[in-house]
């Protein structure tokens, strides 16, 4: 089982850029696995951001497409995901995770990220 | 991309059953056996618990059980136990330009 940890700043300015890290333990992210961010706002559902393979290969949730980069630190065994351009509907509860073979198997606990003046 | 529906809530007694359903499309839930289950403590790491449509991992009691027909896919928890109060979501796989879509949630509730 691998230990995901989500880190980085919990406010963020409406217009700025959300970014976060998420640092790998107990396996290495060179493993055969697509590593995933997903969100959760305030009193909904969970959303799929998108995901990055070690090669660097990335796809991405078609509705944030345009604002999403998903990166990958091989030296640090981490992986990181920044978003252009936030609004006020980018508050969540974003959440790193390991996916590969159509699931989702290991998560990290979660950090809150609020947009806000 | 919409969210696959499902009921906000769900509730039973010690020892009952609950059955969850997840709603999607053919595009997603209906077209692939990809559909997974994950049971969220509030302030936890949600944890996978059905995956594939059927299969439960590893450690994951037979109480819990997974089955799909049609466009519909359902999560039954048997023999309910104070712990399995949570929220539960379900996940399709929905093909290469939209890839993954999460359920809306359930709300289960131990009475």
Known sequence: QVQLQES?????KPSGTLSLTCAVSGGSISDNNWWTWVRQ??????????????????NYNPSLKSRVTISVDKSKNQFSLKLISVTAADTAVYYCARGGGYLFDDWGQGTLVTVSS | QSALTQPPSASG?????????????????????????????????????????????????????????????SLTV????????ADYYCSSYAGGNNFYVFGTGTKVTVL
């Open chain 1, 41 to 58: 706002p305030p009193e909904k559902g969970l959303e799929w951001i998108g995901e990055i393979y070690h090669s660097g290969s990335t």
């Open chain 2, 78 to 85: 048997s023999g309910l136990q104070t712990e399995d109060e």
């Open chain 2, 13 to 73: 007694s010690p020892g009952q059953s609950v059955t969850i359903s997840c709603t999607g499309t053919s595009s997603d839930v209906g077209g692939y056996i990809f559909v997974s289950w994950y049971q969220h403590h509030p302030g936890k790491a949600p944890k996978l618990i059905i995956y594939e449509v059927s299969k439960r991992p590893s450690g994951v009691p037979d109480r819990f059980s997974g089955s799909k027909s049609g466009n519909t896919a």
């Open chain 1, 8 to 12: 980085g700043p919990g406010l963020v």
